[in-house]
């Protein structure tokens, strides 16, 4: 890879990075935007364990939380709601 298709790729990942995997939007990440971790939204909120969260999300949307990006503040309030309500995030039709 030469040094513009390794910019190219940075700025790629970075992009992801600051956007949400559930739902695509920005995901306020203070720590993507270069201040501490400290300072991030994330920081004061109870996240599901994500073993649990697989009761709540479909198969699909829980590979896309790999890691690398965190999700949304609005996400962050949906899991919470469904976990607390035994609900899901995907309909069964069958």
């Not at 600051?18 to 995901?27: F, K, R």
Request: net charge negative.
């Amino acid at each position: 890879m030469n040094d513009k298709e390794l910019s190219l790729l940075s700025e790629r990942e970075s992009i992801k990075a600051n956007h949400c995997p559930l739902c695509q939007g920005l995901n306020g990440c203070a720590a993507q935007s270069g201040a501490g971790i400290e300072q991030c939204w994330c920081s004061k909120q109870e996240f599901p364990d994500k073993r649990l969260l697989a009761n709540i999300l479909g198969a699909e949307e829980l590979l896309t939380l790999s890691g690398t990006a965190c999700i949304c503040e609005v996400c962050l309030q949906r899991l919470q709601l469904l976990q607390a309500q035994g609900g899901t995030l995907f309909k069964r039709i069958d």
